[in-house]
């Protein structure tokens, strides 16, 4: 079908059937509450939610400015939208000074909050008083504070300017190729007045814009009628993408549309997540890790309840209540006690082999990701009759054969839940040749930890493990004795006379004197 367009409009004459031109305002949004500033920090800024939290905590407390501690913005964890009229008031005149006259609407404008279960007990983050520009402020300021302080400000400011004016036009277009016709569209829009665009633009809003639609173009004065020549025609394919990872500043906006924690618990969300590796962080990304995975598993599985969304937002509400004094607090705790301490203790019943069973089934797809071969993913491949499960050691969950102690095959979980070892070509020990001082076997193997190199076998076989950075299939015969030699003596002391060890660690090569 695409070939059979591009041969007609490769050999198609082109014509204006339509132009029109419609006027579109574009309105600021409001000030900032909690979550968009901290998404906003993150799009436009590159700070994550707990240092936005931090600089922003104390641009609250107070700058010291000229001997004065000065407290530069309200207070930052917040739903509300809405400013003191005396904000409102001041933001005016400093849009008239600041900008003229044409910037400033004839009305003031007041925002109302869309977010689930919200308080507004407070006023919406703005600075204290619109007359300290970034500019006048810049020079008491760390360059964080600076940065964040300026944001705070122009999204003030420019909530309470006029509405940006656009242009938008429509270009619909016949193309003819003898008795066969197409029609074409080209839309572009250019802005007649920028408005509240001149003091704040949202890098993040007009990410998602563009990604909408392709109208952020300029057109070329065009007509009805008027006929055009071609310059070019392309076809190119394009493939259905999956959603994309969440961000910081995504993860929030999601939270917040759920209902899900306050203000106040955003960042202290998110920096749990990380503490505790149930997630790290890759180019701004947010990936979850194989802990994560195996504890969401467990809780969706044997506590269903407590971790459905309509739960956590239900018992926002209920605090919510506690707090207007509609609810009493004791009656609250004692509804979720009894049930919770009943789920505790039919899961302290159940047996360690059905909690592995629940989890073998919840998390297959990633731990026993299918084989090319189409093969049983989870028949051992290095003993061919053993079945492969989850097991609990010492240092947490990896993946071994039934047939332990005769076949011992481990891998580890990979950060997103799956077999590091799978996706290395590890499932079986890579042999590498043979130490030239011992004449014992070098091999590649994937263990519970991760990649090792190991020298010979059984219970005198030296192993040592990958360092961070290292991929197993760059890993050659001179690499591998090179990292299985290690520590290495390099040479006496000059002072001590005493040996100098040289090793490679986990956080890089290190050289060790005298035990230390």
Partial sequence: EAGRLKTLLDGAAYSVETVEAKPVKRNPGPPFTTSSLQQAASSNIGFGASRTMQVAQKLYEGIDIGGETVGLITYMRTDGVQ??????????????????????????????????????????????????????????????????????????????????????????????NGAEKAGLRAVGSVVRFDGFLGAYVDRREEDDKSEDDDEDGRLPEINAREKLDKNKVNSSQHFTEPPPRYSEASLIKKMEELGIGRPSTYAATLKT?????????????LIPHSKGRLVTAFLENFFTK?????????????????????????????????????????????????????????????????????????????????????????????????????????????????????????????????????????????????????????????????PKGWLPDDIDHEKALALINLPRDVGKHPESGKMISAGLGRYGPFLLHDGG
Wanted: charged letters at 30%.
């Fill in 83 to 176: 400013m003191a009229p005396e904000a409102i008031e001041q933001a005016r005149s400093a849009i008239v000074e600041q900008f003229g006259p044409r910037y400033m609407p004839e009305k003031p404008r007041f925002y109302s909050t869309k977010a689930k279960n919200a308080q507004e007990a407070h006023e919406a983050i703005r600075p204290t008083d619109f007359n300290r520009t970034p500019d006048k402020v810049r020079q008491y300021l760390d360059a964080d504070q600076a940065r964040l302080y300026e944001l705070i400000w122009k999204r003030g400011i420019a909530s309470q300017m006029a509405s940006a004016e656009m242009e938008r036009t429509t270009v619909e277009i016949s193309a003819t």
């Fill in 306 to 466: 407590y971790v459905e969304y309509d739960f956590t937002a239900d018992l926002e509400e209920k605090l919510d209540r506690i707090s207007a004094g509609e609810l009493d607090w004791k009656q609250v705790l004692r509804e979720f006690w009894q049930d919770f301490f009943g789920q505790i203790e039919d899961t302290k019943e159940l047996r360690v082999t059905n909690v592995l069973d629940a989890l073998n089934e919840a998390l297959a797809p990633l731990v026993f990701p299918k084989r090319e071969d189409g093969s049983d993913p989870r028949i051992c491949q290095v003993c061919g009759t053993g079945n492969l499960s989850l097991k609990l050691g010492k240092y947490g969950a990896f993946v071994g054969c039934s047939n332990y102690p005769e076949c011992n095959f481990t891998r580890q979980l990979s950060s997103e839940g799956g077999a590091d070892a799978e996706a290395s070509g590890l499932n079986e020990p890579k042999e590498l040749g043979t130490d030239p001082m011992t004449g014992e076997q070098l091999t590649l193997r994937s263990g519970r930890f991760g990649p090792y190199i190991q020298r010979g076998d059984g219970k005198e076989a030296k192993r040592s493990s990958l």
């Fill in 273 to 285: 997540l990380s503490d505790r590796e149930y997630v790290i962080m890759d180019k701004r990304k």
